[in-house]
Structure formats: C-alpha cells, structure tokens
C-alpha cells in the first residue's frame, strides 16, 4: 500500500514527509467563489448550557463537566469542528496533555450564574480566515488556558467541493521537551455506523458516506459511548472497535523545546453505495495535503480585499468572523424551560449565531443585523437568514417572532423590515421583498394588535436591552419608535411591491405614532425622550430608549439640536468609542464590567447595533458628526481587535475596552460602518 505519511518532524522548522515530493507549480484547485457550501465550520463550540438541552427544567443545567459524556438531543459541539450542511457527519479536535482530569474536546467557559457577569469563555481562542464557502479556515488555540504550554494552528480547506485537508500545528511554546495528544473525531447521528480503515475511519450515514483519513495513529477507537475518548484515552489509551457512531484517531506529539510538529487527516464524501472509493480519494487528497492548504491559504489572502479604502484588515475579519459564527442550528422548540413550545419551531438550518461559544442560538434582532452584514459577503447568506425568521419554522401563525431560545414569548426590536430594506438597497433583489413582505405583515399586525398601549403607544417588554429600567405594561418611547421605524419600511417596501393602498395604510399609522411620541413620550423640561412609568410618569434615565425616535426619524426639526446637544455631550452619552447605552449623569450609569453577578449590558457600554442605526440617520442630518461618530466607533473596535483577536459584544463607555462575548455577530456591522464610510473606488468605465 502506498501510504502517504504526513506526520511532520521539527525542531524549529516544519517539515513534510510524504509519499511523493510536493509539486512545484502551484496547485491548481477550483476557485473559491466557484465551491459550493456543503461543508464548512458548522459545528457549535456550545451546545451544552442552553434551553434546548435543559436539564430538570434549567438551560444551564448541562454543564461542560457534565458534557462529557451526556448525549445532546439537539445538535452537537467541538473544536474547529467541520460538518456538513445538513449536521448528519461530524468532524473536530480533541487534545490532552497528559495532566488534566479531562480531554478537551470542547472549549471551557462557565455558565450565566458562574460567570463573572454571564457566560464567558476561558479557554483562549482566536477566529482568524475563514472563507465565503469555507475554502479555508484558521483558529488559533493556546493549551491549556491556566499557563499555555501549546499554540495550536487549526486549518482546514478544500480539495473540492466533496473533499478537504484538516490540519492541527502543534508549537511548544516552553523551553522543555513536551508531549500532547492530538484527537480527530468523525461522528455520526446515534444509530449510525463508523467502520475503521486502515489509518482511518469511514462514516455511514443514510444515503453518504465519509472516509477520514491520515497517517498510522497512535491508537484508535470506535465506540457508541460519548465519554469514551475522555475516559479511555485518560485511563491508559484507546481500546479499538467497540462499534458504534463515534470514531477516534489519536496521535501522541514529542516535541522538543521549541519545536513544532503536524497531523494533518483527508476528509473526502461520496455515495453510500461507493462508500470505499470514498477512502481511496481521501488517500489521493492527503498526499496532495501540502499543495492545498498552501494554495487555499493564499487565496483567502485576496477574499475581500479591495473592497475598501481603509481598514481594510478589520472589515476583512469582521466578515470573516461572521462566516466562523455560522452553526447548523436544529431545533423543534422542546424544552423543559417552556415546555408549551414543543413542536413549534423546526430549524434545521445553517444560520449565524450572536456568538458561536457564548450566545449558540438563534436571537431574532441579532439576525436581523447578520443578515445586513452578510450582505456584504453573499445575497444567499443574507437572504437566507431572514427567510428563516419569517418563515412558519419560526414566525408562529400569529405572526408573533420569537426573541431567542430563553425568552421565546418575548418581543426582540421589529427590526426586520429595516433590514429587509437594506438589503434590498445593497443587491437589488425584489423577489426576495415580495418573498418576506407576507410575514412582515403578519409581524406588524400581531404588534398593532397585541402591544399596543392606547391608540398609538407600543410597549415590548425588555426588547433586547435587558437591565434598562422598565415599567411593564406603560409606552415605551423606543417600542413606540420601532413601530414608527416598522411603519416607514414597510410602507417602502409596498410601495416597490406596488400594494398602494398597503403602503398608503402605512405612512397613516407611522404620522400617528410619529404625533404620539412627540405629544406624550417628550419631556420638556430634559428635553429628551422616555419611557412611561404606571403613575403616566416619564422615567428620567437618559438612555438608548429615548435614541430610537431619532432613529426612527420622527423627532421634529426644533427638538433635533437638544437631542443632538446630548449625544455630543461627553458628560451623557459621547464617549471615545461611541454613543453610550446611557447617560453617564444617570445614577444607574455603568460603563462596563460592573462587578461579579452585576450585568451593566445596557446601562452604559457601547454598543454596534444602535450605533450604526445612529450613524446612519445622523447621515441626513449631521454628516460631519456621523463622520465624527464612525471613526470613534471603528478605531475602537479596530484597536481592542488588534489587541485581543476578538469582536467583543459592547465596549466600555468610559475607556471603550472591548467585553463581553468576543466574536459577536452584530459587532461585525463596523464591516458596513466602514464600507459605507470609506468604500473601495468605483471600477473605471470601459473604454
């Protein structure tokens, strides 16, 4: 047998032994763009820790502990973890260092009520490339967290669209010799089958089958257990073919003090009834494994580039960390936490998730912003995101939009028709308007008839912001704008329909909220915008709810100076990264990290969504401060990116650091702040 060995041995520099030596001339491989997304980074980094695999009627009843060896109903979770469209086969990274009471096979974080302020990831990781159809991907991992002995390099890209590389680059960051074990799983839905190779492993799944495969392992295992590989390779190494949906090739790394080595395994895909020519190409695709990961490295290089003038760098990896928070997404509703929602839901979609390790669900208005984000990197990918939302798989028949997994009766901001909107602005696709137009009426009628607060008031409930003071049941001045918001969309969007008298109805209901807001929500003697509270009080927080009216475009001519006196005000809400979630003169202002058990989210940090919405209406009104406001925000998520490798969730008010969840979706919009701010020159005219 013709075995191509890829196992690297280095001292200080890589080097490949294989069967035959690497090309000269580049490997010529199908374009990027021309690859479709069947495979790709679709696997959670969390599936443990949410409603959907409540444990005794508590979403973080699962721990990472527990993980281990607890089988999920739902989804599935790993390191670097590749996985088909559908989520039927399952790829990712496992390691042990020989010490720890565990092998890691997923990232370490604590839960919401052990975390210092919510779910945080410990483990140190970092998204680095990632490609529109996922030609190539890289994420850098340090191990173990406490004091990092490893720095792993986790790529994976494409032969074709049926086969791929994945590779683990291992570097000894010590001045010791050190060992550590490298696993790849490949698995199945329980109930399939893994049959072993020689030096690798072939999944069965129901109508496909994949061969994974790499140099002789160390040891290897199939098993029907989950904790198998924790609990075998831990108590003296693997212990073979047990049978079963779970396989496992381990390798044990020497690497001198300094050294570097590799494991680099084939994936290849093909018919269930061609199962062992499967093996065969993932063979021909290993011994060409050097060619294509160097080939697909340099293509990512040149994905995006161009398409801006200046920060160039961030607007690359914001795209980029979009695509990484990509997660096949399946769900029917069961839960014990609410447990009338069983069967009413039914995702089983690749959908962008707020953040892949800390928020792996589905959070509406956070889709909404993904969705005009992915806009920049592929109608579909846009598309498809709001497609779902308002679909029958989520849209209930009332017309009503889950918020998120932990809050599915709740309202998140209407903000879908605005994105709708967008996107139709950015790719011109009217077809996919008239797609969405019947469940955004359905989304705007449910709220005229279920959060309406006298004749044109709204009330929402926390919307998203969820430790603003609120009074349950009274107006609220930012639900009262977002319906004003909802109404000039949707009024936009009939119009271009040509439902004339729709978009006639529209523009009436947005002058009536629009009066509303200006008659009841205002307070003179602040001059500013607030919510009401049960005496018909305002609520005297300055904050984001009162922002929305500018947003939304209702605030009348003579007010704008005040509001505007506010935002440029840094003793309210500038800062050096932006606009503040609220007034720094409140006594409920928080800038950020607030202490253990405080979440200060939306009493003072700074956040991209409203932001951008800010900037974007101050665009018509004030373009030098919009300028102004842009470049804050940009240049601190550019240095807190340049600093720590992450996209964090909002940003201090006070120092603009970045906290929170650090690969969040909607942050990604400082991809469309630069775009719109400083776009790539318009092409020359042929001559």
């Not at 797609?435 to 044109?456: C, K």
């Not at 665009?619 to 964090?648: C, K, M, N, S, Y």
């Not at 940003?651 to 969840?661: I, K, N, Q, R, V």
Request: aromatic fraction near 10%; charge should be negative; include cysteine.
């Amino acid at each position: 047998m013709a075995l191509c060995l890829l196992l690297l041995v280095t001292l200080t520099a890589l080097v490949v032994i294989q069967s035959r030596p690497t090309s000269v001339q580049p490997l010529e491989l199908v374009a990027e763009q021309d690859l479709d997304r069947r495979w790709g980074t679709y696997l959670s980094e969390r599936e443990w820790g949410n409603p959907r695999e409540a444990i005794a009627g508590d979403g973080w009843g699962l721990s990472w502990r527990g993980a281990i060896d607890t089988d999920y109903r739902f989804g599935d979770d790993g390191i670097a973890g590749v996985s088909d469209i559908d989520g039927e086969f399952r790829v990712g990274w496992a390691f042990w260092d020989g010490v720890a009471d565990h092998v890691t096979e997923r990232f370490f974080g604590a839960t919401n009520p052990q975390g210092s302020a919510g779910e945080e990831i410990l483990d140190d990781r970092v998204f680095h490339e990632n490609t529109p159809n996922h030609a190539y991907s890289r994420l850098a991992y340090r191990y173990p967290r406490d004091e990092p002995i490893f720095e792993i390099q986790l790529e994976s890209a494409k032969y074709d669209a049926t086969s791929l590389v994945l590779s683990a680059t291992v570097s000894n960051l010590t001045a010791e010799s050190q060992t550590l074990t490298v696993a790849l799983k490949g698995w199945l839905a329980a109930g399939q089958n893994v049959d072993p190779l020689a030096n690798g492993l072939l999944l069965r799944g129901a109508d496909k089958a994949v061969a994974v495969v790499g140099p002789p392992a160390d040891e290897w295992q199939i098993s029907p257990r989950k904790g198998a590989l924790d609990a075998n390779l831990r108590e003296g190494g693997l212990d073979g073919d047990q049978g079963g949906h779970i396989g496992a090739l381990a390798y044990r790394l020497d690497l001198a003090a300094g050294g570097r080595r590799s494991v680099r395994i084939a994936l290849a895909e093909t018919s269930l009834a061609e199962a062992n020519n499967a093996s065969q190409v993932a063979r021909e695709v290993l011994a060409e494994s050097n060619d294509v990961l160097v080939a697909r490295r340099l293509e990512s290089q040149e994905v995006f580039a161009g398409d801006v003038l200046a920060h160039e760098e961030l607007y690359r990896q914001a795209l980029m960390t979009t695509l990484w928070n990509q997660s096949h997404y399946r769900w029917d509703g069961t839960t014990e936490v609410n447990p009338e929602w069983a069967g009413r839901l039914a995702a089983h979609d690749v959908l962008i998730m707020p953040d892949k390790w800390e928020y792996p669900w589905v959070a509406s208005w956070d889709s909404a912003f993904h969705a005009v984000t992915a806009a920049l990197i592929d109608p579909v990918i846009a598309t498809d995101q709001l497609r779902f939302l308002l679909s029958p798989r989520w849209q209930q028949a009332d017309g009503h939009i889950p918020c998120a997994e932990w809050v599915l009766d709740e309202e998140c901001p209407p903000v879908f028709a605005w994105a709708a909107w967008r996107i139709y602005e950015m790719r011109q696709d009217r077809q996919f308007l008239a797609d969405v137009y019947p469940g955004l009426q359905r989304q705007y009628d449910y709220w005229w008839q279920h959060n309406l607060v006298d004749e044109a008031f709204f009330t929402g409930g926390f919307l998203g912001m969820d430790n603003l003071p609120r009074s349950p049941g009274q107006p609220q001045a930012d639900a009262t704008a977002w319906m004003a918001l909802f109404a000039r969309d949707m009024a936009r969007i009939a119009s271009e329909l040509r439902d004339t008298s729709s978009a006639e109805r529209y523009w009436l209901d947005r002058g009536r909220i629009q009066e509303g807001i200006n008659s009841w929500l205002w307070d003179e003697e602040t001059a500013f915008y607030y919510d009401i509270n049960a005496n018909g009080r305002p609520l005297l927080h300055k904050s984001y709810t009162g922002l929305i009216p500018l947003i939304a475009g209702v605030v009348p001519p003579e007010r704008i100076p005040a509001v505007l006196g506010a935002l440029r005000d840094e003793e309210q809400f500038l800062s050096p990264a932006g606009i503040r979630s609220m007034s720094a003169q409140s006594a409920l202002y928080l800038p950020g990290g607030a202490g253990t058990g405080v979440n200060s989210n939306w009493r003072g940090p700074v956040w991209a969504p409203i932001n951008y919405m800010l900037i974007d209406a101050l665009d018509d009104i004030d373009p030098a401060f919009a300028r102004d406001l842009r470049g804050r925000f940009v240049i601190a998520v550019e240095r807190d990116w340049q600093q720590t490798g992450g996209l964090h969730e909002f940003f201090d008010g006070d120092t603009g650091e970045g906290l929170g969840a650090d690969a969040q979706g909607w942050t990604a919009l400082v991809a469309n702040l630069i775009a719109e701010g400083w776009p790539a020159p318009a092409a020359a005219p042929t001559p």
